[in-house]
């Protein structure tokens, strides 16, 4: 069955410096979806991915998604205290929409 | 703040206990879903709702039953559960299944005794 790997699953950033998490998938994927949730928190929505290649930037966070439409990756630049949390990607198939989570990446900073 | 709501916030019920959560969704999504999730895991698929029609059980317990009575509603009624099914259980919504972003609710705390 489908499965989506995500590394690193723990990241420890110093603030101001960059990091980057990574998802593969082991079939062709029709979407990507990446999702923050905050410690104590649910899982919010930060982007979709759709097309080959795709490059998606909010502020800080870049988001891409491979050619082959089987892997992506969330760079952050510059992180702060704020990025703190734990970070999802989520693929969907062509099937029947179902979402495979990752198994995420915690994120820490340390001021 | 979210744009589904879930109650209650925290749940305690023993075993023997028949509970139900809830989940309120008014963005005209036609795709309702309950996920559990454990401490430091990713979000698990229990159920879907396809225009008010179960379409995916992913083999949960039938401890475990969903309800849609509309299409802005989503109950999970829970009976006979075990300590082991302790964790947060979110509802989502999605435009349709299979489409656009998901939007969680808040969750529910879930404990069992």
């Known amino acids: 069955g489908q499965q989506v790997m995500q590394i690193p699953q723990y990241q420890h950033v110093q603030e101001g410096e960059d990091f980057t998490t990574y998802c593969n998938s082991s079939t062709t994927l029709s979407n990507i979806q990446w999702y923050k949730q905050r410690p104590g928190g649910h899982p919010v929505f930060l982007i979709q991915?759709?097309?080959?290649?795709e490059v998606k930037k909010q502020k800080r966070l870049t988001f891409q998604f491979g050619e082959a439409k089987k892997n992506s990756s969330l760079h952050i630049t510059a992180t702060q205290t704020t990025d703190v949390g734990t970070y999802f990607c989520a693929g969907r198939t062509d099937s029947w929409g179902k979402l495979q989570f990752g198994a995420g990446t915690q994120v820490v900073v340390t001021p | 703040d979210t744009e589904v709501t879930q109650t209650p916030k925290h749940l305690v019920m023993g075993m023997t206990n028949k509970k139900s959560l809830k989940c309120e969704q008014h963005?005209?999504?036609?795709?309702m879903y309950w996920y559990k999730q454990k401490a430091k895991k990713p979000p698990e698929l229990m159920f879907v709702y396809s225009y008010e029609k179960l379409s995916i059980n992913e083999s949960v317990p039938s401890r475990f039953s969903p309800e849609c009575p509309n299409s802005s509603l989503l109950n999970l009624h829970l009976h006979a559960l075990q300590p082991e099914d302790s964790a947060l259980y979110l509802c989502a919504s999605s435009q349709a299944a299979g489409l656009g972003r998901g939007s969680f609710g808040q969750g529910t705390r879930l404990t069992v005794v």
């Open positions: 963005m005209g999504h036609r795709a």
């Open positions: 991915l759709v097309k080959s290649g």
